[in-house]
């Protein structure tokens, strides 16, 4: 799985197609530019792309949403001017036009860039920096790049090439999230690698040099000029200078998985959080000092290995996977305490675990579990994260780019607890709100009448209103629903009215009130912004068509006055407005044909408010959901502008919400762990679980808080009424015999190295009381005792000096009782050679023992695979002998192989079958034991010559002589005399055997000791 989202600039930052164009539906930029934007970009650069015939638009579901994929749309290709007729505005010709204050700049010279990318610094400051390139598909390189700068809010650019070099292509472009007057240009690595720094707002630049190609930059969330930059190798480097110097902080770092720390949770803020790949396709997390990270300073929160590319760090939580028994255990870390496993239903095993959320002290995870294909299951947990429960089933989910998975879930910004979520039921994709975090959820009402004011008939649950829910991480294409937090209550959206949610037939729609009441707004599709926090509306229409007008509504979309911002039709690649809450101007990318340069049409909207806001042009509205006003434990009051009131909202001056709080209902609980919510709302034990103590705060205190099977969410706040009755109670910690011990070790495997530290991990479940102790027999003859489990969260090491298969076991025990459990450990230690024997001949039909040597001898518990011939399914043993019988006479082959752990050694030899032969044992002198290297080749060598020596001393024929050397010393041979090759005769062969016999009898009799043959 990606990570979570979180402070990162990624490579593409938004793509628009420069042709026949198909804006997004919905769009806010401020939400996206400022406040969700920021979030994962940690500037406001914006990257736009021309293609002249597809596009595949990526959006990212930001902050509390994921990502998904829309589909290709073609494109044509539009080379001239198209009157303003027919397509755009074509149901609102009558009403009148407005002007608004507006001025267009063109990028000359750039034409043939198919690529922008803009930065607008927002926060009062009239700079816009705007890099074009021309990226070339085929190569993947950009070609031609400029940069231009604008400092009165985009009326006019100047060209910065001379600044930056005239030769010098850049092809990225930065900003501190801390101080937007710092800007980074990184140039294109196939010319050069190096980065151009200014400090001015872009005014000025220096460049420096680069060691290593940026592939992304991590900006610290606090300090303005600390980065982390990861290169293309999968190194790992820092500054502390806003990129002028670079140090390497660690090699072999998993791609995307390197975080900073965090002040108040981490020990040290110059700390980094680090997935590092080992050997074997395993993972370690370490923390260390960002510029001191050699193997001294190294720590490791978790001390065995870990999955590859499973390591989040997102607030005050940090999680791994850890392999055990061949399957991956979710552990979390809470405020960078120990690792414990996440507490999942019994009977939810996951195929997949994504982190969706930790907001509020609670961690949000998407769970598919073993029988889901296309959806997954919502789950939330308490405060530590360890112990989750179901929020919601079926939530559908999608498969985006890079393999990353898409959840429908969409938080609405301004009102805590508001979520929307994309259901499956009965293979029907629906639409259910949630004001409670997740613990009731319900259909959306579809508005009372469309746009022409016709009734709508829809009865739930038959019918209802169903919406789109992708968001967009790039602010030019955006997605298909937004809200904004200045604007609480308002929710734009594209959907339909129906049994289900269709791709087809597609409105806008707008609640002004949280999602109780829906209004249908358009019957095509527009893109809709925010402006003047959230007080007034923008729309565009969705067209191919070159267009002049945009739509402007000052009640929340009830009505709306079209205005013209430019003389000439303009085919819109797509819209910009100033990050920050006024956002009273707004930048249009467009072209006038498809040859033609960028064009950039700044509007200035502060000509059409009348004043700033007064207390008298806000109204308050309360939220409630369906009536009921008692929201997550209060009632909430906001402020928003009266219909039609035209003045400009100014940050912060009136307060936007007010709350009193409300009495404890059941309501305002949710089912705890092991509970489920029954047909009446309360919350039972399910089938499996067995209310007793589940919790650690035994271990170091004296008393627990025992549920009731309900807990309140955190950010509830509710006061008195049932608090007392729902809350948990605090007890003394009872006296519990141990439950649930487990050991495993830190790796997840059965299998050791002699000689190197192995880690036991030991946690239980019940019986975690102070007086419970733990001991730890290795068995090898040592053990070791705990006074209490919390001594050991860090692991018990233990060196093993033999290696063997070693029974390990844990005992936990108390006054009450004690539980025990096990595990057989193999030590080994690296295999280095086998070494295969067996006689050269052998007689058919006669079993023949077959032996191995292995180097070193003792290497731990060994799996041999012995293969005869040309047979595919080899003799499986455990023992480095065997014995085997040959029933056809002929040349045999025999190999063996060896195997513990992950390394495999083999060795093979020939033999030959005979139906009966002679053997005689050969010695030699002893200085043939200095000259012997013990290498086989030396052996079969030496064999050769002694074999030549036998023909001419004894005249039997070569092929009834087989000489055999013996491995080890003192050196010896073995002589074989075999039949001769007859085909028919019988009776010869008998008379050459009598013949052999006498031969070899006048050769070995006890006066004819030596024959003396000529080593080279």
């Known amino acids: 799985p990606l990570p979570p989202l979180m402070h990162r600039l990624h490579q593409y930052l938004g793509t628009l197609v420069r042709a026949l164009l198909h804006l997004p539906t919905v769009h806010s930029h401020t939400s996206s530019g400022e406040d969700v934007w920021s979030r994962n970009a940690e500037n406001d650069t914006f990257l736009l792309t021309r293609l002249k015939s597809k596009m595949n638009r990526m959006e990212t579901r930001f902050g509390r949403c994921w990502a998904r994929t829309r589909s290709e749309r073609s494109a044509e290709t539009w080379s001239e001017f198209r009157p303003d007729i027919g397509g755009e505005d074509a149901s609102a010709q009558d009403q009148d036009q407005f002007l608004l204050t507006s001025s267009t700049f063109a990028l000359s010279e750039d034409t043939a860039h198919n690529q922008a990318m803009v930065h607008w610094s927002g926060q009062n400051s009239s700079v816009i920096l705007m890099l074009t390139k021309f990226y070339d598909f085929n190569t993947g390189r950009v070609t031609e790049s400029s940069l231009w700068r604008s400092t009165d809010y985009g009326t006019t650019y100047e060209k910065l090439n001379e600044k930056v070099g005239m030769k010098t292509i850049l092809s990225y472009l930065y900003v501190s999230p801390n101080n937007k007057r710092k800007i980074m240009l990184l140039t294109d690595p ?136 061949g399957q991956s255990v979710h552990y979390v870390s809470y405020k960078r305490n120990p690792f414990y496993p996440m507490k999942l239903p019994k009977y939810t095993l996951p195929k997949d675990l994504q982190i969706i959320s930790t907001d509020d002290n609670q961690v949000v995870a998407a769970i598919q579990d073993w029988h889901q294909n296309d959806s997954y299951n919502l789950y939330m947990s308490e405060s530590r994260g360890l112990f989750f429960t179901l929020m919601l089933e079926d939530v559908m989910s999608s498969g985006g780019p890079e393999g990353n998975i898409m959840i429908d879930l969409y938080e609405v910004a301004g009102i805590k607890g508001v979520f929307l979520s994309n259901k499956v039921v009965e293979n029907q994709v629906k639409t259910y709100i949630t004001y409670n975090k997740g613990r009731d959820w319900r259909l959306l009402q579809a508005p009372e009448t469309d746009l022409q004011g016709n009734k709508v008939y829809c009865e739930q649950p038959f019918c209802s209103l169903h919406l789109h829910l992708h968001v967009s991480e790039n602010p030019y ?23 289900e949610l269709t791709n087809t037939n597609i409105s806008i729609f707008i609640t002004s009130d949280a999602g109780n009441t829906w209004r249908e707004v358009f019957q095509e599709e527009y893109s809709v912004f925010f402006l003047n926090q959230g007080g007034s509306l923008v729309a565009i ?36 407005g100033e990050p920050g809450e006024d956002t009273l101007i707004m930048t249009i990318f467009g072209h006038f044909s498809h040859r033609s340069e960028w064009q950039l049409v700044k509007i200035d909207f502060r000509s059409i408010f009348q004043h700033r806001c007064i207390p008298d042009d806000y109204e308050t509205w309360q939220l409630h959901n369906e009536g009921e006003v008692c929201i997550m434990g209060m009632k909430r009051f906001f402020q928003k502008l009266k219909a039609n009131v035209r003045c400009v909202k100014a940050r912060d001056q009136y307060s936007s919400q007010m709350s009193d709080s409300c009495p404890c209902a059941e309501a305002d609980f949710e089912c705890d762990y092991g509970f489920e919510r029954q047909i009446d709302g309360s919350c039972s034990p399910a089938f499996w679980f067995v209310p007793s103590v589940t919790s650690r705060d035994c271990v170091t205190g004296d008393s627990f808080l025992n549920t009731t099977g309900y807990r309140k969410a955190f950010s509830n706040n509710c006061t008195e009424g049932a608090l007392l009755k729902y809350s948990p109670r605090r007890q003394k910690c009872p006296s519990r015999a141990p439950r649930g011990l487990q050991l495993l070790t830190s790796e997840g495997t059965l299998v050791a190295t002699l000689g190197r530290n ?6 239980l479940e019940e019986g975690l009381g102070s007086m419970t102790s733990i001991t730890v027999d290795f068995g090898d003859g040592t053990a070791i005792s ?38 057989y450990l193999h030590v080994s230690c690296q295999l280095e050679q086998i070494q295969l024997s067996a006689p050269s001949v052998v007689v058919k ?8 040597v292995l180097r070193p001898s003792n290497v731990g518990t060994v799996t041999y695979y012995w293969w005869f011939d040309n047979k595919t399914e080899p ?38 079958v005979y139906d009966y032969f002679h053997s005689h044992v050969l010695a030699f002198s002893s200085n043939m034991d200095d000259l012997n290297p013990g290498m086989p080749e030396w052996r079969e060598d030496i064999g050769r010559v002694v074999k030549r020596c036998m023909v001419q001393a004894t005249g039997i024929s070569e092929e009834q002589i087989l000489v055999t050397l013996l491995p080890g010393l003192p050196t010896t041979a073995e002589l074989f005399i075999v039949p001769e090759r007859r085909s028919t005769d019988k009776a010869g062969d008998g008379k050459l055997s009598h013949l052999d016999q006498v031969q070899l009898q006048n050769y070995f009799k006890g006066n004819i000791q030596w024959i003396h043959c000529r080593f080279p």
């Not at 192995?758 to 946690?763: E, G, K, P, Q």
Request: aromatic letters at 12%; proline letters at 4%.
């Open 190 to 325: 196939e010319v050069e690698s190096s980065l151009l720094i200014s400090l001015d707002e872009g005014a000025s630049y220096q460049k420096h040099s680069l060691a290593f190609d940026i592939l992304s930059l991590l900006f610290h969330p606090e300090q303005e000029d600390w980065i982390l930059a990861y290169s293309h190798d999968q190194k790992l480097y820092v500054s502390v200078e806003f990129g002028q110097k670079w140090q390497l902080v660690h090699d072999s770092v998993v791609p995307n998985r390197f975080y900073w720390s965090r002040l108040g949770l981490d020990k040290e803020q110059g700390m980094i959080h680090l997935e590092i790949s080992v050997s074997d396709g395993r993972s370690q997390y370490i923390t260390c000092k960002l510029q001191n990270c050699s193997d001294g300073n190294k720590s490791k929160p978790f001390p065995g290995f870990i999955i590859p590319n499973s390591l989040v760090v997102q607030d005050e939580y940090v999680f791994i996977q850890v392999p055990v028994g």
């Open 477 to 499: 294409t955006s997605g298909n629903i937004v809200s904004k937090d200045s604007a609480p209550g308002i929710i734009i959206a594209s959907g339909v009215i129906g049994s």
């Open 541 to 576: 229409r969705h067209t191919p068509l070159p267009i002049r007008h945009i739509w402007l509504s000052f009640d929340e979309g009830r009505y709306w006055d079209k205005y013209s911002f430019t003389s000439l039709p303009l085919y819109v690649d797509g819209v910009l």
């Open 758 to 763: 192995v880690t036991f991990l030991v946690f």
């Open 786 to 823: 705990y006074v209490n489990i919390s001594s050991i969260d860090d692991g018990v090491k233990h060196i093993y000096s033999k290696v063997g298969i070693y029974q390990v076991s844990a005992t936990a025990s108390n006054t009450l009782g004690f539980d025990k459990v096990f595990l």
């Open 845 to 852: 039909n006669k079993a023949v023992n077959l032996t191995t």
């Open 875 to 912: 003799i499986v043993t455990l023992d480095g002998a065997m014995s085997f019988t040959f029933s056809k006479k002929g040349s045999h082959t025999i190999t063996v192989q060896a195997a513990i752990d992950n390394t495999v050694h083999q060795d093979h030899i020939k033999l030959a």
